[in-house]
């Protein structure tokens, strides 16, 4: 009888091992394949500066085009990825603003006029950094 308890939950603990083995590689796979996955009417891509990518940084899309003016902001991951979900059907000025950095060239964005509105293609923005502490709290106060 304690042979087959033994084995019995002797291999319950190797199933549970197993498992736990098998969705920890798989979550980790999944982190580092993840890319931007951008929608037709998305707008996303990566903030990067000199230092590299930017975390925490505000990305703006704002357009006059419709009825009322519209404004959405987003702010990048620890990557400096963002994703500006389900716009509406308009041109669009994309820019990024962050502590430390002069805001981004505006970028101009359109359906059918440039390629930030093909699916799966990205806008990427490139801050320049502020040259000093007295500067940067002129660029973003």
Known sequence: ???????????????AVAGYLFIARTSLQAQQSSTLKV???DIGGVVISNNGPEAGV?????????PTR???EVVTDDSGRYLIPDLPKARYTVWARGYGLVDTPK???????R?????????????NLAPDKKAAS????
């Open 1 to 15: 009888m304690r042979r087959a308890s033994f084995f019995y939950y002797g291999g319950a603990v190797a199933m």
């Open 58 to 66: 505000w990305v703006i899309a704002e357009t006059t085009d419709l």
């Open 70 to 72: 519209y404004i959405k």
């Open 107 to 113: 970028v101009q964005c359109e359906r059918g006029f």
């Open 138 to 141: 002129q660029y973003y106060p």
């Open 39 to 41: 929608g037709g009417n």
């Open 115 to 127: 390629a930030c509105w093909s699916p799966g293609s990205t806008v990427d923005l490139k801050p």
